[in-house]
């Protein structure tokens, strides 16, 4: 083979890339669809039935999908379909979300359903290098646990500013924490790939992919707690911006607001919507005696 015709470094990866982007479209349509024949993959996602058998025997072969015990007559003559669906049972991921109270730790199945959880208090105080420890024991307990699942990676949610890029909450100001590289100490504790991101937009992926919100191509999310934050995502793409900043509106100014913020300003959307204001004044008011938010609902 002459140098002019030899596939080129450049070329070769973009095969490589096209081939996972392949396989994460025939596994996405199995988790979206499953159990689901390999037709019909082929149909919804514009695949060669070739292609889709080839994707499937290796996702197969990965442990990740597995043959359905149900099968599919075919219309006509032939062999009939058997359908493929994801396989729940072999592995397990890791979640941690990291709350201004506690840190909730959890193992989920592919299908994201929870297996098993627990809750870790911040009872002595909020230092990332101890909550973040304390996160990972947490999980690898809960691993432990697991009997013969694998885990496959962890993913990590958090309010404030977190850069999803290079896996670092940059600022949580209720946490006190400033450049806190979560990627680097959880994957460290663990040896698991660790995925980082924002609680916002962590919550409007999981919708996409497992909750209510599956098949929709633009979606918003507004969460009102301890923090103030947003996420939104257009044709099939949920936004970051420069350094993950997108959605951060924890200081956006509300017209007529008194609250001081500590950012040296009066009235941020943050300090006059977040949970810690609502409890304080239904307490100067009588409203409740705690500084439970769940005080507030049942009252």
Known sequence: MSLSTAPSAARRAADGTRRRTSASVVLRSVLEHGPVARSTIARLTGLSPASVTDHCAQLGALGLIREAAATRQSK???????????DASRFVVGG??????????ALLDLRGRVVAERRLGHGEGTEPGRVLANAADGLGALFAEAGDRTPLSIGVAAGGWVDRDAGIIVEHGLLGWRDVAVREVIGAHTGLPVQVDGHARALVNGEWLFGRARGSRSM???????????AFATHDQVHH??????????????????????????????VELSERTLCRRARERGVIRTANPMHVVRA
């Open 76 to 86: 006509g003559a032939g062999r009939p379909h058997i359908p493929v669906d994801l």
């Open 96 to 105: 941690v979300h990291v709350a201004v109270p506690y840190t909730t730790v």
């Open 220 to 230: 918003l999310h507004l969460f009102v707690g301890n923090v103030v934050d947003a």
């Open 241 to 270: 911006g420069p350094r993950s900043q997108a959605g951060a509106i924890a200081h956006l100014p509300l017209e007529g607001g008194t609250e001081p913020c500590d950012c040296g300003r009066t009235g941020c959307l943050q």
